[in-house]
T-cell receptor, first 113, second 115 residues
């Protein structure tokens, strides 16, 4: 049973471009969570999705950021018109149910140049 | 590859008592960071404590302290004078020193503090 898979591991984008981060949850997990880790800080919650639904997006910036978890395929975190401040590690976690154990992926390091 | 193991899926402790959460890891690296994160129901991940492998002194942060045994690759978290607000999931994590992207998490321990 493969763990949570995130790709790419490293992503470099120029200012103004779009970044797409993918997260494939563990088999049987229908709950996905995205976190952002800024340099020297802890992980900050961004969004919680269940298949085809956004449950809680209270931690996600209102502009330029969006997330989806379609019926088929991975969850996608999309950042439009990236800025230098978006440079961070983005982690995804999945769980079988809302209160179950969450397993983390290895993260995607986004660098905006 | 680095792996992080938390062997206690659930633990409970009486308010005001002390509890220790265990974490072991496997790595061939000599320099790295270890973390304990607290995840309350809000799903926020709160950094509780951080240890740098080259420092022999165990990190402490108020009621939280670690027992870092580098040779044994063990990194346990001790919570003293447990409070009801300590009820949460606790994740142990490992990160290589030169690669901020390579953070590995344990499966977590659900701690319940009972009144």
């Amino acid at each position: 049973n493969a763990g949570v898979m995130q790709n790419p591991r490293h992503l470099v984008r120029r200012r103004g471009q779009e970044a797409r981060l993918r997260c494939s949850p563990m088999k049987g997990h229908s709950h996905v969570y995205w976190y952002r880790q800024l340099p020297e800080e802890g992980l900050k919650f961004m969004v919680y999705l269940q298949k085809e639904n956004i449950i809680d997006e209270s931690g996600m910036p209102k502009e330029r950021f969006s997330a989806e978890f379609p019926k088929e395929g991975p969850s996608i975190l999309r950042i439009q018109q990236v800025v230098r401040g978006d440079s961070a590690a983005y982690f995804c976690a999945s769980s079988r149910n809302p209160t179950g154990e969450a397993f983390f992926g290895q993260g995607t390091r986004l660098t905006v140049v | 590859a680095q792996t992080v193991t938390q062997s206690q899926p659930e633990m409970s402790v009486q308010e005001a008592e002390t509890v220790t959460l265990s974490c072991t890891y496997d790595t061939s690296e000599s320099n790295y960071y270890l973390f304990w994160y607290k995840q309350p129901p809000s799903r926020q991940m709160i950094l509780v404590i951080r240890q740098e492998a080259y420092k022999q002194q165990n990190a402490t942060e108020n009621r939280f302290s670690v027992n870092f045994q580098k040779a044994a690759k063990s990194f346990s978290l001790k919570i003293s004078d447990s409070q009801l607000g300590d009820t949460a999931m606790y994740f142990c994590a490992f990160m290589k020193h030169e690669d901020n992207n390579d953070m590995r998490f344990g499966a977590g321990t659900r701690l319940t503090v009972k009144p």
